[in-house]
């Protein structure tokens, strides 16, 4: 070997891309509800208003969701566009699978509840037990990518069941749902900032909580005035959200002010920078 000849480092796998999701910031938390009330309006809408149907709606949208993945993985840093299409077609679809269960195969609210929350479990344990951190700011390799948006499909099911279970099933009705939400998000910000909650379980604990929030929200807009919504109907509830949703990924895709570089190899530094706050 010459004093020329020099061996080139090996790239760490942590290195390969950049952190796959945004900072968490209001924006974030902002689109997060958004996507969840378009999830409940939307899936009613080609449902009920299009006449699909429970199966043909989940068909299409799972086809649109592997397709809008394919990109998502594809990428090799974050972009806007794609993630939030990736979350709008997957709260969509956790919508479809909770109600495919709970309406057409009758199968109780209650049983769905505790099923998807062990399924959520197990993806995190399993998660865990690979990787060493649930950080969604070290979304930089595959594996990591593929578990984090396992959860999030988790998270949007059992949201939707929770959701449905208090909200219909309890009679506790759409506007109170979504102020015992808040509410309880509330409470976990109050933990994270004033009593050292553990950073990375108060981002998933929120963003579980979010769903049942946007739901209930969806609902009480898009429901009539006699079961106590806006009466907006689904239609027009999806579309104004929609339209806020793309307003706002436009502003983060120009301003850039999401975006993030995890710091690879330090899953405590990475956990400190979840937060259910700004």
């Known amino acids: 070997m010459t004093s020329e000849t020099r061996l080139e480092p090996t790239e760490s796998p942590l290195r390969t891309m950049l952190n796959k999701v945004p900072e968490v910031t209001l924006y974030f938390w902002i689109i997060k509800i958004l996507c969840t009330t378009v999830g409940e309006t939307a899936a009613d809408y080609m449902n009920d208003t299009l006449g699909f149907g429970l199966d043909k709606t989940s068909y299409v949208m799972s086809a649109a969701l592997i397709i809008a993945l394919v990109f998502q993985f594809r990428a090799r840093r974050y972009v806007p566009a794609i993630y939030w299409l990736s979350v709008v077609l997957i709260s969509v679809v956790g919508t479809l699978i909770s109600d495919k269960l709970a309406d057409d195969l009758g199968v109780p609210l209650v049983v769905t509840t505790i099923l998807f929350a062990v399924l959520l ?32 499909l988790f998270t949007f099911a059992l949201g939707t069941s929770a959701g449905d279970l208090f909200d219909e099933k309890l009679g506790v009705g759409y506007w109170p749902t979504v102020g015992i939400v808040a509410a309880l998000i509330a409470l976990i910000a109050v933990a994270h900032l004033g009593l050292r909650l553990n950073a990375v379980l108060a981002f998933w ?30 239609t027009g509830t999806s579309f104004i959200f929609l339209a806020v949703i793309l ?23 990475l956990d400190e920078r979840d937060s259910v706050t700004v």
């Open 121 to 152: 479990a197990i993806t995190f344990a399993v998660w865990y037990a690979s990787e060493r951190t649930l950080s969604i700011h070290s979304i930089v390799t595959r594996r990591r990518e593929t578990f984090y948006w396992l959860a999030i």
């Open 205 to 234: 604990a929120a963003y579980i909580l979010t769903r049942p929030l946007g739901a209930s929200i969806g609902d009480g807009m898009s429901q009539p005035a006699k079961n106590g919504g806006f009466g907006l109907g689904t």
């Open 247 to 269: 307003a706002l990924v436009v502003f983060l895709s120009v301003t850039r002010v999401d975006r993030t570089e995890a710091r690879a190899g330090d899953p405590d530094e």
